[in-house]
């Protein structure tokens, strides 16, 4: 008989760093402890038909964290945490949210409103 046993310490489900020409598809995230997506320094990533759910009395549950990314889409997803449902950090440039859902939640939140940005265009779309 085996036996397996898996204690995950991470507080995120999935977190994508120093990469490029990513898609992540289909996820469903339950119940994160902190974030439940980070991508963090890519280039060219597409989130799409994501669903990512934490009570809506959960504090510090962002459920898509972006920062030091380029090219990034989040695309045909829902999105209910007690955090914001997308926080967008420094570094982040050309993101482009498309027919996403939020709530409960606090919405899409950019994190760096007192970031002194020199030599820099920061381009942010949201279509709802």
Not at 79 to 107: F, K, M, Q, R
Request: charged share 5%; with cysteine; glycine share 10%.
């Amino acid at each position: 008989m085996i036996i397996l046993i898996v204690v995950c310490v991470h507080v995120q489900t999935l977190s994508v760093s120093n990469s490029q020409n990513i898609v992540i598809s289909g996820l469903h995230s339950l119940n994160s402890q902190m974030f439940h997506i980070v991508v963090n320094g890519c280039h060219n990533v597409r989130i799409q038909g994501v669903k990512i759910t934490a009570p809506g009395n959960s504090p510090n549950t962002d459920g898509i964290h972006v920062q030091l990314s380029s090219g990034v889409t989040i695309l045909n997803s829902k999105i209910g945490t007690g955090d914001d449902c997308v926080s967008v950090g420094a570094g982040t440039t050309n993101l482009w949210i498309e027919n996403v859902v939020c709530g409960p939640g606090h919405g899409i939140r950019y994190h760096c409103i007192n970031q002194i940005i020199k030599h820099t265009s920061i381009y942010i779309y949201i279509y709802i």
